[in-house]
């Protein structure tokens, strides 16, 4: 008969399943970031420089010490077994969401800006506050406008930090497949005029009208405002031409 007290759940004083040191360190992350909105590392930086002795706010020091509470699971070189089971307890209620800490959040902006503006996130970010982007909805690149602001932080960037970041090699390169290192197609380059019919088969298709028509409509505005058209998504598909046939965004 099987002991009532048995069971075949693993526990954390069992030592043949106890946490690694790698998975201590990863519920330490976990809580850091959930708490705190910084990396384990970056926890253990600032508290070993003193830097959280000066936080008045009362609920950003009850969660200070809710972390520094479970330091022991990365920093003691010989834990005890039954207090590290009861860390590694709490530590495991903390949920396991990824909040981006300011470095990934930035990180991510500026790729997101690199990728679909060619500039840097902080270029984007100086531009949009210096009112650079405003009328963007006649922009032929409106969309991709909106998509980077959608992930501009509300602070302002460690220059130190940023540059160490932008100069980082990516850290995702594992993740790319084969299709990803197929070579690149070669560049056609266009002649004006062909730019020109291109740009005014898109008219025709998408609007029925010529490209002159649609230039024209364009520069006095008479598309109105181009996000709540009924024909948004057409309109946006030929303004994407624009840069053919005209010198940029700025032009009238």
């Not at 291109?198 to 649609?214: K, N, P, V």
């Given at each position: 008969?099987?002991?009532?007290?048995h069971?075949?759940?693993?526990?954390?004083?069992?030592?043949?399943?106890?946490?690694?040191?790698?998975?201590?360190?990863?519920?330490?992350?976990?809580?850091?970031?959930?708490?705190?909105?910084?990396?384990?590392?970056?926890?253990?930086?600032?508290?070993?420089?003193?830097?959280?002795?000066?936080?008045?706010?009362?609920?950003?020091?009850?969660?200070?010490a809710?972390?520094?509470?479970?330091?022991?699971?990365?920093?003691?070189?010989?834990?005890?077994?039954?207090?590290?089971?009861?860390?590694?307890?709490?530590?495991?209620?903390?949920?396991?969401?990824?909040?981006?800490?300011?470095?990934e959040?930035?990180?991510?902006?500026?790729?997101?800006?690199?990728?679909?503006?060619?500039?840097?996130?902080?270029?984007?970010?100086r531009?949009?506050?210096?009112?650079?982007?405003?009328?963007?909805?006649?922009?032929?690149?409106?969309?991709?406008?909106?998509d980077?602001?959608?992930?501009?932080?509300?602070?302002?960037?460690?220059?130190?930090?940023?540059?160490?970041?932008?100069?980082?090699?990516?850290?995702?390169?594992?993740?790319?497949?084969?299709?990803?290192?197929?070579?690149?197609?070669?560049?056609?380059?266009?002649?004006?005029?062909?730019?020109?019919?291109?740009?005014?088969?898109?008219?025709?298709?998408?609007?029925?009208?010529?490209?002159?028509?649609?230039?024209?409509?364009?520069r006095?505005?008479e598309?109105?405002?181009?996000?709540?058209?009924?024909?948004?998504?057409?309109?946006?598909?030929?303004?994407?031409?624009?840069?053919?046939?005209?010198?940029?965004?700025?032009?009238?």
């Amino acid at each position: 008969m099987m002991d009532a007290e048995h069971t075949d759940t693993p526990t954390t004083d069992d030592p043949m399943h106890a946490p690694t040191h790698e998975e201590r360190c990863n519920l330490f992350d976990q809580n850091a970031r959930y708490y705190l909105g910084v990396t384990g590392k970056e926890f253990r930086r600032r508290w070993h420089a003193s830097e959280y002795e000066d936080e008045t706010d009362e609920y950003v020091r009850e969660a200070i010490a809710s972390v520094a509470e479970l330091l022991p699971l990365v920093e003691d070189e010989q834990p005890d077994s039954r207090q590290i089971a009861d860390l590694v307890d709490i530590a495991r209620q903390a949920p396991n969401f990824h909040f981006l800490t300011r470095e990934e959040a930035w990180e991510m902006f500026d790729r997101r800006a690199r990728e679909r503006l060619f500039i840097s996130g902080a270029e984007f970010q100086r531009r949009w506050h210096a009112g650079e982007f405003v009328g963007n909805d006649y922009w032929p690149n409106h969309l991709a406008i909106i998509d980077v602001y959608m992930l501009m932080p509300n602070d302002d960037p460690d220059p130190e930090r940023m540059e160490a970041i932008v100069s980082a090699t990516p850290q995702h390169d594992e993740e790319l497949t084969a299709e990803d290192d197929e070579p690149v197609p070669a560049v056609i380059h266009m002649t004006r005029d062909e730019a020109r019919t291109l740009f005014d088969e898109s008219a025709r298709y998408w609007l029925d009208m010529s490209g002159d028509e649609f230039l024209r409509k364009w520069r006095s505005r008479e598309f109105g405002d181009v996000d709540n058209h009924p024909n948004h998504l057409r309109i946006m598909e030929v303004a994407s031409l624009l840069p053919f046939v005209t010198s940029g965004p700025h032009e009238r």
